[in-house]
């Protein structure tokens, strides 16, 4: 079945620093979305990518689609403590509307 | 504000016990979900439904079933808890038509974390 995956797993990162989480499918994706869940939260849903080389921006947020629509990252710049949180992203994996969630990235941010 | 609801934030079950988790959603979604989530592990599906009465199942069904008797309502049921279904629970709600670029958005619940003991 369709696998997705996530790395790093874990980042710890310095405010004002840059960082890049990845997603990798093993399939081809119609669409990838991304949700964040804060400590304590649930997670809640920041964007969805649908066309081959897709790139949308989000303030310091900058979403990737791949051109074989197989991957995916996400890059924030300038990291704040209000980025702490576990990043998701979630390929979709059929018409009815499931999704393949990676693993995550935990992002702990230090002043 | 749309919402998805569930009916306990905290729950500690005995072994054996049959523990029943609800979920109700306010946005007339005609897909419901239930996951679990572990750490390491991501959000693995459990049972997936598109419609009053219709279920399929997800990655991860062993040990549990569910019941849609109304749109708005699913429930997640574990016939007979045990210590290996200590987790968060996690139910969601999407749209099966999008508005741009929100097709499939999942709405989340805030989570039932469930010890057995």
């Known amino acids: 079945g369709q696998q997705v995956m996530q790395i790093p797993q874990y980042q710890h990162v310095q405010e004002g620093e840059d960082f890049t989480t990845y997603c990798n499918s093993s399939?081809?994706?119609?669409?990838i979305q991304w949700y964040k869940q804060r400590p304590g939260g649930h997670p809640v849903f920041l964007i969805q990518?649908?066309?081959?080389?897709e790139v949308k921006k989000q303030k310091r947020l900058t979403f990737q689609f791949g051109e074989a629509k197989k991957n995916s990252s996400l890059h924030i710049t300038a990291t704040q403590t209000t980025d702490v949180g576990t990043y998701f992203c979630?390929?979709?994996?059929?018409?009815?509307?499931?999704?393949?969630f990676g693993a995550g990235t935990q992002v702990v941010v230090t002043p | 504000d749309v919402k998805v609801t569930q009916s306990s934030r905290y729950l500690v079950k005995r072994t054996g016990e049959k523990v029943f988790l609800e979920c109700v959603q306010d946005?007339?979604?005609?897909?419901m979900f239930w996951y679990r989530q572990d750490p390491g592990l991501g959000l693995r599906l459990i049972y997936f439904?598109?419609?009053?009465?219709?279920?399929e199942k997800g990655d991860i069904p062993e040990g549990y079933s569910v019941s849609r008797e109304k749109k708005e309502r699913f429930s997640l049921i574990l016939e007979s808890a045990s210590t290996n279904q200590t987790s968060m629970y996690l139910c969601?709600?999407?749209?099966?038509?999008?508005?741009?670029?929100?097709?499939?958005?999942?709405?989340f619940g805030q989570g039932t974390r469930l010890t057995v003991v």
């Open positions: 990518l649908v066309k081959s080389g």
């Open positions: 979630a390929g979709l994996r059929d018409s009815w509307g499931k999704l393949q």
């Open positions: 946005m007339d979604h005609e897909n």
């Open positions: 969601a709600s999407s749209p099966t038509i999008g508005q741009g670029d929100h097709l499939f958005e999942a709405f």
């Open positions: 399939t081809t994706l119609s669409n």
């Open positions: 439904s598109y419609d009053v009465k219709m279920k």
